[in-house]
């Protein structure tokens, strides 16, 4: 199976800890973008990464399907299947993954050029940001540890902040959160997946 990803995109990282902490063998493809079409290598639909190449030329996403996808292939899955500790742990990853979507759009905004700038919207997104970041501050007693299925897109999406929207400095807002967050730093998955080094 082709993994179309990269590291940078905190939806393919969870994807790329989660083949890792499964044991499941997935040929990464590090995916190119193409300016305003999105990532088209591969004959992938959506022009977006993640995408799993399940089968040739079949493409499974997103990102949320293809860590369900993965969880299930091998091993117990780590998403539980009772029904309380399964929508806890949906939510949190849905939490994660909005935090990494008002990143992109913030991101996506402040690249174009000056003029074309809507601070309204930037400031929509910004509050997102940091909303997303106090809502996880106050449940971080919650959100366990090592890696759990709700937790891995946390986990992506703070360092994915951490990295486009750092003038917002999430550590300094929530420390309680960056002390879980910490946590993780020694783990071989997040090390061997983060790509956010200074050059
Ligand atoms: N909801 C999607 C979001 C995926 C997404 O937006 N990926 C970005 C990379 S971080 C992308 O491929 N952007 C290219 C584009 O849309 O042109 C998921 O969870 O997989």
Known sequence: MKLHCHPISPYARKAMILARLKGIEVEEIIAVKDGANGYTGGDNPLGKIPALEWQPKQFL?????ICEYLDHLKGDPILPKKTHPRFL?????ALGDGLSDAV????YETVRPKELHWPEIIKRHETSIVN????????????????TFGNLAIVTALDYAAFRAGHLNWQSRAPKLAKWHEGFSSDPHYKDTYAYHAD
């Open 61 to 65: 996403f997103d990102s949320p399907v």
């Open 132 to 147: 997303a970041i106090d809502t996880l501050e106050q449940i971080c007693d919650w959100l366990g540890g090592p890696w």
């Open 104 to 107: 992109y759009n913030y991101r």
């Open 89 to 93: 742990n949906l939510w949190q990853h």
